[in-house]
């Protein structure tokens, strides 16, 4: 079982930026890969950015690429999202999850989930 929290969301005006953190309960966090999810309201949950086990391999959504980066740090069993440029669109709960597959852009590959934290862009 691996429990993640995630924090750092809040709220920031359009161009801003935040940074979301997301801290693993398991040693063996560096053996997961991490994802971010979002989720808006009346909106499916969507895919967002993912990691390998090392960092060397990383992935964007299209909607973000340019503007939000993903990190990890193994030491400190920690994932992080530095979110540039935000948009209002940006607008969403964010997850944090980890995945027993060496990369994974789909959520049904995902085995466990942070609770979210809430990320609100004004115009």
């Known amino acids: 079982q691996v429990q993640l929290v995630e924090s750092g969301g809040g709220l920031a005006q359009a161009g801003g930026s935040l940074r979301l953190s997301c801290v693993a309960s398991?040693?063996?966090?560096?053996?997961?890969?991490m994802g971010w999810f979002r989720q808006a309201p009346g909106k499916e949950r969507e895919f967002v950015a993912a990691i390998n086990w090392n960092g060397g391999i990383t992935d964007y959504a299209d909607s973000v690429k340019g503007r939000f980066t993903i990190s990890r740090d193994n030491a400190k069993n920690a994932v992080y999202l530095q979110m540039n440029s935000l948009k209002p669109e940006d607008t969403a709960v964010y997850y944090c999850?980890?995945?027993?597959?060496?990369?994974?852009?789909?959520?049904?590959?995902?085995?466990?989930w942070g609770q979210g934290t809430q990320v609100t862009v004004s115009s």
């Open positions: 999850a980890a995945s027993q597959r060496t990369l994974a852009y789909s959520a049904r590959y995902y085995n466990y």
């Open positions: 398991r040693r063996t966090f560096s053996s997961y890969a």
